[in-house]
């Protein structure tokens, strides 16, 4: 059970990656804006994090304060890529605040992860 949990936090740690890639990406050639890849990392991220929230494979008692907060902010970052990439569809631009909304809550969400015991 202990491999398997393993196998999930790698994937998760695989999302967050692929979103944060991606955004970075995005960030260093200075275009505002979001893209599939983005969703996808979130959706990995998503995915694994709620198997992740499930008490299994463990010996002690979650946090669920902890997943309270990093869910309400993968929502926000949802929400986010969301709006961006409707907004971004209808007019062609998204807005900088979106973009770094994303970028800024994906880095702390992760903090969040490793800081919060």
Do not use: C, D
């Not at 929502?75 to 969301?82: H, N, P, S």
């Amino acid at each position: 059970m202990e491999i398997l949990r393993s196998v999930v936090v790698y994937l998760h740690i695989i999302g967050f990656a692929v979103l944060f890639g991606a955004w970075l990406v995005e960030a260093s050639a200075r275009r505002v804006r979001v893209t599939r890849l983005m969703s996808l990392g979130m959706t990995i991220a998503a995915l694994t994090g709620l198997a992740l929230a499930a008490p299994w494979g463990i010996s002690y008692e979650p946090n669920y304060l902890k997943i309270g907060v990093k869910l309400v902010v993968l929502l926000v970052i949802g929400a986010l890529l969301g709006i961006g990439s409707s907004r971004q569809r209808k007019t062609g631009t998204l807005s900088p605040v979106i973009f770094w909304g994303i970028g800024i809550l994906t880095l702390l969400n992760a903090g969040i992860a490793v800081i919060w015991r």
